[in-house]
């Protein structure tokens, strides 16, 4: 837990991004635990007719998200402005939403978590209880623009033991 004011050196903001069954709300949950930080799971702040369009296996267009991209960045902007650690779990699969979510301000650091599409693709097929169908996979990977080096992302594979991602995420945020 932590025990002091985040360090000008460590980001107050961690947005924890991939494509659907990529693993960023339990990496979110277990590196927000591990930094003493909230933790905020952007699905959570979709208005109910993204779920039902979601549900019935329809990608999101910009204009659907939007309102949605404008909540999420009102969460990260406060978080800023308050100086408090968190970590939002988010698919921002294009820069234009990171840029809105607060990329490129001051202590905001984007993790992102990528690997092969069979990996994602079963563990969407073995998921229970979620609005997000395995049928959006493909308008998901399609619709991902992977972060530039200017957008400084901490690249982690998803193959690799949730501890061990967070552990090397936690590792590559020590290194700046």
Known sequence: MRTSSPSATTPDVIIVMGVAGSGKTLIGRLLARERGAEFVDADDYHPPENVALMRQGMPLDDEARRPWLDRLAAVVEAAIEERRRLVLACSALRRGYR????????????????????????????????????????????????????????????????EIIVQRIITALRCG
Do not use: N, W, Y
């Open 99 to 162: 840029v809105r979510l607060g990329m490129g301000k001051p202590g905001v650091r984007l993790v992102q978590l990528d690997g092969d599409e069979a990996i994602l693709r079963e563990r969407l097929e073995q998921r229970t209880g979620h609005f997000m169908p395995a049928s959006l996979l493909a308008s998901q990977c399609a619709l991902l623009e992977r972060p530039t080096d200017d957008e400084r992302p901490i690249r982690v594979d998803i193959a690799l033991p949730p």
